[in-house]
C-alpha cells in the first residue's frame, strides 16, 4: 500500500468507524489536529451530538494516534501552497494537502469531493471506503 497522508475528514471518518488501524504509520500535518478537534468541537458544543465523555475518549484517541503517525509541516512551502490554492480555486488549507501529498509522494486520503476532484488532477487519492475495500 501507498504512503498515505490523512485530512481531518478522513481521520474523523475513520475514528467512527472505528478503523484506527488505517491511520498507523501514515502522515498527517499539523492543520488536521486542529482540524479535527475543531469538528469534534462543532459535534460537543454546537450539535450536541457528543457529550463530554465521549468527546475526552475521542481527543484521548486522536492523541494516541498522533504516537503513530508521521506530523508534515508547511514551513518553507507556503508560497507554494498560496500558489497552488490560485490555481486551483480552493482554500489554502485544502491547497497545503496537494503540496504536502505532492512533494512527499504520497497519496492523500479525504472525503472532502471538492478537494478530491481537485487533488486527483495532481496526486493519487483515496477515501476511507477505498481503503477498507482492500483492507
Same mark, same amino acid.
Given at each position: ?6 485530512? =481531518?475528514?478522513?481521520? @474523523?471518518? =475513520? ?17 488536521? @489536529?486542529?482540524? =479535527? ?12 451530538? *457528543? ?5 475526552? +475518549? ?7 494516534? $498522533?504516537?503513530?503517525?508521521? %506530523? $508534515? ?5 507556503? /508560497? ?5 490554492? @490560485?490555481? *486551483?480555486?480552493? /482554500? ?5 494537502? %496537494?503540496? *504536502? ?13 471538492? *478537494? ?5 488532477? @495532481? ?5 476511507? +471506503? ?6
Amino acid at each position: 500500500m501507498s504512503k498515505l497522508l490523512f485530512d =481531518a475528514s478522513s481521520l @474523523i471518518y =475513520a475514528l467512527k468507524l472505528k478503523k484506527i488501524d488505517l491511520l498507523y504509520g501514515s502522515y498527517v500535518q499539523q492543520l488536521t @489536529i486542529y482540524e =479535527a478537534l475543531n469538528a469534534i468541537w462543532k459535534e460537543t458544543y454546537l450539535t450536541k451530538t *457528543l457529550n463530554p465523555e465521549e468527546t475526552n +475518549k475521542i481527543i484521548d484517541v486522536i492523541k494516541d494516534i $498522533l504516537e503513530y503517525v508521521t %506530523i $508534515l509541516t508547511i514551513s518553507t512551502k507556503e /508560497t507554494r501552497i498560496f500558489e497552488k490554492a @490560485i490555481e *486551483l480555486g480552493i /482554500t489554502v488549507y485544502d491547497a497545503s494537502y %496537494i503540496v *504536502l501529498a505532492e512533494e512527499n509522494n504520497l497519496t492523500l486520503v479525504t472525503e472532502d469531493n471538492k *478537494l478530491k476532484e481537485k487533488a486527483e488532477k @495532481i496526486v493519487k487519492t483515496k477515501t476511507i +471506503k477505498d481503503l477498507v475495500k482492500t483492507s
